[in-house]
């Protein structure tokens, strides 16, 4: 009789060879696998750098807005107006709240040691040194080693002037509310034309929301209702903070006076954040020229005719470090060496 079937010699060397072919097909789903997860948090970490870098672009880029021209042209011609809390010189933001400090539509604020070139240990956690002294509003927010990026303006969107009556306790302001929206009573706004800017409270809301009290407005200024228009001012700061779950993220921080104000996180993942400042040094006057790079603590150092070199910032140089998955606020980083600015 002859044998039919496989000895078990050839048995062995089937399901050997037939492993090896698993084996083969396994390690290949796994390499498909692990590099679509890294092409996936590539472009994860790409798209929020994008969002990101558009963020701080669109409201660097507003920064010193103050209506028909800007910071600089209304400083030069002396055309402030503050009638804000604090304040005791129209001509001066000197006491106001730090939301409020409109005369530095760019201010940055330096974390101690992460100066270009030095070396800097990111570990997560919140707090550290920065020069200046960071406002009262943001301490205890913002993670140690990393900048912080404040800048103000008049909002985009803004309300016609329709009726303009100064008197002794503060013009009454009639406005058409159609594009932004009801007036609040206790929020900071600004009338502008091309002439002056006026600062202001405020004090009451009538008529809807179309009607307002400028608190002391209308002593020394008066505004046209056919050039006139309100604007809602715009304080933001951006910092690297820590989120409920302890990531580390990049914060939006929009501050109103007293500091209570929504923030919200613009990317998570950021571990740091830092930035140079551009301004022109030519004296007496400004011509034009960017000649002058430093970090926030040489930009609060400097000084211009007329004052500090907040008024002469013409560049923004930011750069964020930016992590598939930030590490959690008191924890640490991996030991790595990432250049930035």
């Known amino acids: 009789k002859h044998r039919r079937g496989f000895s078990l010699i050839e048995f062995m060397v089937a399901a050997a060879l037939g492993l090896l072919v698993l084996l083969g097909i396994s390690r290949v789903f796994v390499a498909a696998r692990v590099g679509y997860g890294l092409s996936e948090a590539k472009s994860r970490m790409q798209e929020n750098a994008r969002l990101a ?22 400083m030069r011609n002396n055309e402030w107006f503050v009638h804000l809390p604090g304040t005791s010189n129209v001509r001066s933001f000197a006491g106001a709240d730090f939301s409020d400090q409109f005369a530095r539509a760019v201010e940055g604020f330096e974390a101690n040691g992460s100066a270009p070139g030095a070396s800097l240990s990111l570990t997560g956690a919140l707090g550290g040194g920065w020069t200046p002294a960071l406002p009262t509003a943001l301490q205890g927010r913002v993670a140690q080693g990393s900048d912080v990026l404040v800048v103000r303006y008049l909002g985009p969107t803004r309300a016609r002037v329709t009726a303009f009556t100064p008197n002794a306790s503060g013009a009454r302001v009639t406005v058409d ?15 502008a034309d091309c002439n002056q800017v006026s600062f202001f409270t405020a004090a009451s809301v009538g008529g809807g929301g179309t009607t307002l009290v400028a608190t002391d407005v209308g002593g020394a200024e008066y505004y046209s209702p056919s050039t006139a228009y309100l604007y ?16 580390l993220g990049l914060f939006r921080h929009v501050m109103t006076r007293g500091g209570a104000a929504p923030t919200e996180v613009l990317v998570p993942g950021v571990l740091s954040f830092q930035v140079l400042y551009g301004w022109d040094s030519n004296e007496p006057m400004p011509d034009g020229a960017i000649d002058r790079e430093g970090t926030g603590a040489a930009l609060a150092s400097a000084t211009v005719a007329g004052g500090t070199a ?32």
């Not at 669109?58 to 807005?65: I, L, Q, S």
């Not at 809602?232 to 990531?247: D, L």
């Open 177 to 191: 509310t159609t594009v932004t929206g009801p007036i609040q009573a206790g929020k900071t706004y600004a009338l």
């Open 232 to 247: 809602e001012t715009t304080t933001v700061a951006y910092y690297v903070g820590a989120e409920t779950n302890g990531r």
């Open 53 to 74: 870098v558009e963020s701080i672009q669109r409201d660097v880029r507003m920064a010193g807005h103050m209506g028909c021209v800007n910071d600089g042209a209304r």
């Open 310 to 341: 907040h008024s002469r910032i013409g560049q923004v140089r930011a750069a964020l470090l930016l992590s598939e998955e930030g590490p959690r606020a008191g924890g640490s980083d991996p030991n790595r060496s990432r250049p930035m600015l």
